[in-house]
């Protein structure tokens, strides 16, 4: 139940950035003996792993501030944040850390795949499609503050995924409402801007 709550909270925070999840397991499993990763998956606490996910980090991180900038990433972020959510799910359900006596995750790598695609993609579905909401109801100016507050999320929920997994399933239903919060508040700003704009042309 902790591996597949742990795998969960890593791929969600997967679907708000593929890259802080990745780093974060491979940092820990690298210098500490909390994440012990299977042999299958030891490359990813390599230097040159970490080093190309540093590298791809830094580009999302200024790529996903910038107004229409950001629905572009996104949309390359449709393949990229579901499979790292996938890989980093299956990765760590099969850490004999988690596991705590079970080897079904392990013995079934596809399961933890599947579950971590499906994980990070419902989530980066909800980042891109309430990203040009709210583009479009703050003239742009949103961006940077959503995004900084989407890092911030993936970094915290990450962390507690390994270290406190049992909160995993408040902070993804936090996560899921703040996300449809956001959408809607974009939403209805972009409406009454609309409708502002319409009544002007009217008159």
């Known amino acids: 139940m902790l591996a597949a709550l742990t795998g969960a909270g890593l791929s969600a925070a997967a679907g708000l950035n593929a890259y802080i999840p990745f780093i974060l397991v491979a940092l820990i499993a690298r210098f500490t003996d909390v994440i012990n990763l299977p042999h299958?998956?030891?490359?990813?606490?390599?230097?040159?792993?970490?080093?190309?996910?540093?590298?791809?980090?830094?580009?999302?991180?200024?790529?996903d501030k910038v107004a229409v900038v950001d629905s572009i990433n996104d949309a390359v972020g449709t393949f990229?944040?579901?499979?790292?959510g996938g890989l980093?799910?299956?990765a760590t359900t099969a850490a004999e850390d988690f596991e705590k006596g079970s080897t079904f995750m392990a013995d079934n790598p596809w399961v933890g795949v599947i579950l971590g695609?499906?994980?990070a993609g419902i989530v980066h579905t909800g980042k891109a499609v309430s990203r040009p909401v709210v583009n479009a109801?703050?003239?742009?100016?949103?961006a940077p503050v959503v995004s900084t507050a989407e890092d911030g999320a993936a970094i915290t929920l990450s962390l507690v995924a390994?270290?406190?997994?049992?909160?995993?399933?408040?902070?993804?239903?936090l996560l899921l409402w703040g996300l449809f919060a956001l959408w809607r508040r974009?939403?209805?700003r972009r409406r009454r801007r609309d409708e502002l704009m319409a009544d002007a042309g009217y008159s």
């Open 40 to 63: 299958q998956y030891a490359w990813i606490e390599s230097w040159w792993a970490i080093g190309i996910a540093a590298v791809l980090l830094l580009s999302e991180v200024v790529l």
């Open 80 to 84: 990229v944040r579901p499979a790292t």
């Open 88 to 90: 980093i799910f299956a």
């Open 117 to 119: 695609i499906i994980t």
């Open 137 to 142: 109801g703050t003239g742009g100016l949103g």
């Open 162 to 173: 390994i270290f406190l997994p049992v909160l995993v399933i408040f902070l993804l239903l």
């Open 186 to 188: 974009g939403y209805n």
